[in-house]
Every structure is written in C-alpha cells, then in structure tokens.
C-alpha cells in the first residue's frame, strides 16, 4: 500500500490522453476554442496598430508614456508665468484642456503637493483666488 501512494501520481501522469473523459468531439471543441482566442488576440492587436497609423503618414506611431513629477510640472507652469510677467506683460492668460481661460493672474503658487496651483486673478472687485489642477492647464499666452 506504501508503495501504491508512492508510484500512483507518476502512473497517472504517465497515462495516456485519451482517457475516459476524452473524445473526438472534447478534442475539437478544445481546437475551436484555441483558434477562437488566437484570432481574436490577433485581431486585437491589428487594431491597436490601425489605431496608431496617422492620417497624414503611413507610418506607425507608437505612444509613449512619461511619468512626471507633478512638482515638477507645476513649478514649471510657475516658471513659465513668472518669465512672462518679468517681461512686463499685462495679461497673462492660462489655457484649459476644456477650452476656458484663466485672466487677468496677478500671481501664482504651487501647492505642497503639487497637483494643484492656486491663481490669483486681478478683478474689479478685488483680488480673486481659483485653484486648477495641473494636469488641467493646456497653455500659458498673453495679450
């Protein structure tokens, strides 16, 4: 009996496939579902390759990823608004990813953070504070 327990994994793992559970029809319906998950795989990632082709070359593009500081960013945006307000410009206006504008900013500050700035904007009823989150500001201009 000792030596049964000892000898019975290697004998079934040495057994035939076609064991009692297998048949012809297992066998295909196995077959069919490999082919299945193959193409669709494949059709995948044929249109990931669709996806990235331009309209103005026929080229691949690819997409690359590069992950940030937010402090860095921020403190960029920050850099960017001070160098134009060293120039004496009067309005300096921060473009939105949703198309809206920030103007008239007097001053702006980082948050410890880094993911959102803290604008303050000149208005006629004194000064006005809004904060943005970084990854919300498309562009710095002015006027």
Known sequence: MKYINFFL????????DKGPLYSDNMANSFKQEQETATSAVSKDISNQIAANISPESSTRGTSD????????????????????????????IFNLHDNTQISNV???????????????????????????????IASIASK
Do not use: C
């Open 9 to 16: 994994p290697f004998i079934i793992l040495s057994a035939d």
């Open 65 to 92: 990823i590069m992950i940030v500081d937010p402090k860095v960013v921020s403190q960029d945006w920050k850099d960017a608004f001070n160098s134009l307000k060293s120039k004496k410009i009067a309005d300096i």
């Open 106 to 136: 007097s001053d702006v500050e980082v948050l410890s953070g880094g993911y959102l700035m803290l604008f303050s904007l000149k208005t006629v009823q004194g000064v006005k504070y809004k904060i943005v989150k970084t990854s919300d």
